[in-house]
């Protein structure tokens, strides 16, 4: 399986921009999945445009546009998802034009320059899709920080893991991220695709460090704070 890990630098609020880059990425990669961040199709963090439904209904034709433009190959799609009452920050699994599978984030930080909880309700399943013939599970950004939605997906059989992200950089942050992702490791033994955005949006700066994690190292990763496409054999 070759899993290409698509760390971009998406712009916060341009929606139609954003969604025709992740389609020309799509496209133009030889992959038999392309794993984009965290809310790519919105740009991180869209903050108080969550509330507008507008907003939402545009994020919403994106990710169906994306779907239309993704034949004969994978894409996991970070957006924001309206559920009744409820907004979500959310991952789609879109596959031969389908939205075969979503994972709504259960982790949610609220700590420093996030404040996910309000805009943000908490996901309940930690998803686990099939492709290839294998088991993924998937996840976004801080469920990774924590055991439970990785231990639940080795659970229920999930054979490699991928994570979305949209972490931005601080002293330490890297390091630390890569003792995290480690740790995940140990306790489920699974490959881990992680995927960041790069780049930086008002002031605050990504720092990218997109790998694939196995057999307790990195064995490959896409450059640091800046744009980078690299596909992986897993």
């Not at 990504?206 to 990763?221: A, L």
Request: proline letters at 3%.
């Amino acid at each position: 399986m070759n899993i290409a890990l698509a760390q971009l630098n998406q712009t916060v609020g341009d929606i139609k921009g954003n969604a025709k880059k992740i389609i020309s990425t799509i496209k133009k990669t030889k992959a038999d999945i392309v794993v984009f961040p965290e809310l790519s199709v919105t740009g991180y963090s869209p903050q108080d445009m969550l509330l507008k439904k507008s907003f939402l209904d545009c994020s919403m034709s994106a990710l169906k546009e994306i779907s239309g433009n993704c034949s004969n190959k994978a894409a996991i799609v970070g957006f924001p998802e309206r559920a009744g009452s409820c907004i979500y920050n959310s991952a789609a699994v879109i596959e031969n034009r389908q939205i075969m599978k979503i994972h709504r984030k259960i982790c949610l930080p609220n700590y420093s320059i996030f404040d996910e909880k309000r805009w943000f309700s908490e996901g309940s399943e930690a998803a686990v899709f099939d492709f290839f013939g294998k088991k993924i599970g998937l996840s976004i950004c801080e469920d990774i920080w924590f055991p439970e939605t990785l231990k639940n997906q080795k659970e229920n059989g999930a054979e490699l893991m991928i994570n979305i992200s949209a972490s931005p950089y601080s002293k330490g942050k890297i390091e630390r991220l890569e003792r995290v992702i480690r740790q995940r490791w140990e306790e489920n033994k699974t490959p881990i695709i992680y995927v960041n955005q790069a780049g930086s949006q008002d002031g605050i700066v990504y720092y990218g460090h997109s790998m694939y994690f196995n057999n307790g190292r990195i064995v490959e990763k896409c450059r640091d704070f800046d744009e980078d496409v690299f596909t992986v054999k897993i």
